[in-house]
């Protein structure tokens, strides 16, 4: 799985969390049932081009979560490789 570039503000939080977490714990994170359901409603609205303001800036924060955790499950994979 190859990484995207990322700001090197998140190198240090990034290395400390693949150190110290659970890898397969971490591996198997998913969002909340809830939190997923929220997440589908808000991209579907997307779709719909009905968004508000407070919605999309909700919308984003879970792709910059979502972005986040997707570079720290690439990180504890890279550690992972012999």
């Known amino acids: ?6 700001p090197p503000v998140y190198e240090e939080l ?6 110290s977490a659970d890898p ?3 591996l198997a994170f998913r ?3 809830e939190k997923q359901a ?3 409603d ?3 609205r997307n779709r719909e081009g009905v968004l508000t303001e407070e919605q999309s800036a909700e919308l984003d924060d879970f792709e ?3 972005h986040v955790v997707r570079l720290l499950k690439a990180r504890v994979l890279q550690q992972r490789r012999p």
């Open 31 to 33: 969002l909340s049932p």
């Open 38 to 40: 929220r997440l589908d």
């Open 42 to 44: 808000l991209l579907e």
């Open 1 to 6: 799985m190859a990484t995207t570039a990322q």
């Open 64 to 66: 910059r979560f979502e």
């Open 14 to 19: 990034l290395d400390l969390l693949a150190e």
């Open 24 to 26: 397969d714990r971490l």
